[in-house]
T-cell receptor, first 114, second 114 residues
Framework: NAGVMQNPRHLVRRRGQEARLRCSPV?????VYWYRQLPEEGLKFMVY????????ESGMPKERFSAEFPKEGPSILRIQQVVRGDSAAYFC????????????FGPGTRLTVL | GESVGLHLPTLSVQEGDNSIINCAYSNSASDYFIWYKQESGKGPQFIIDIRSNMDKRQGQRVTVLLNKTVKHLSLQIAATQPGDSAVYFC?????????????FGSGTRLLVRP
């Protein structure tokens, strides 16, 4: 009974490169959320997606960041032209539906920008 | 409200004692609250949740109390064990604009002394 899978677990990029973070939700879950966590801080919401739809992207920076959750395959968080301030842990969560349903979190991807 | 870049407050307790972790939430319209435990290098792990029509909910060794008047949550851990050492976050389900994103508090580090 696999939980939320994220890969890679650790990602190192140089400034200006692209970072692609992948998230496979719990089997049967159609709602995916991405959060970012800086050291010693709580998680900050970025984006909420359902299959092929972005429901809420109010936490996403306006430039360089994008997310998708295609009909087939994992959800992808893409960061173009990374800067040092993008260094953080990125967590994906999934749920069966919206509302008062538990969000199950993955182990996170730790992005380091050199 | 939004967490800020400060060092996490720390609660140090003796093994076997009870622990109480407090949290203030921001949105009076939130109606679903969750406590998460996060161990170093891992994603948040669900502990217990509570809906706004309740003021207390008990699980195994844990109790959550909700005071809507002052927008306050607490997590009580009975007979604290070394394995309880972690960072604890409260989260509220904001339900804003049909989005079910979680808004996390800034977290409390629990250290259990043997």
């Amino acid at each position: 009974n696999a939980g939320v899978m994220q890969n890679p677990r650790h990602l190192v990029r140089r400034r200006g490169q692209e970072a692609r973070l992948r998230c496979s939700p719990v089997k049967g879950h159609s709602h995916v959320y991405w959060y970012r966590q800086l050291p010693e801080e709580g998680l900050k919401f970025m984006v909420y997606l359902q299959k092929e739809n972005i429901i809420d992207e109010s936490g996403m920076p306006k430039e360089r960041f994008s997310a998708e959750f295609p009909k087939e395959g994992p959800s992808i968080l893409r960061i173009q032209q990374v800067v040092r301030g993008d260094s953080a842990a990125y967590f994906c969560a999934s749920s069966t539906s919206g509302g008062d349903n538990e969000q199950f979190f993955g182990p996170g991807t730790r992005l380091t920008v050199l | 409200g939004e967490s800020v870049g400060l060092h996490l407050p720390t609660l140090s307790v003796q093994e076997g004692d009870n622990s109480i972790i407090n949290c203030a939430y921001s949105n009076s319209a939130s109606d679903y609250f969750i406590w998460y435990k996060q161990e170093s290098g891992k994603g948040p792990q669900f502990i217990i949740d509570i809906r706004s029509n309740m003021d207390k909910r008990q699980g195994q060794r844990v109790t959550v109390l909700l005071n809507k008047t002052v927008k306050h949550l607490s997590l009580q851990i009975a007979a604290t064990q070394p394995g309880d050492s972690a960072v604890y976050f409260c989260a509220e389900n904001s339900r804003m604009d049909s989005s079910y994103k979680l808004i996390f508090g800034s977290g409390t580090r629990l250290l259990v002394r043997p």
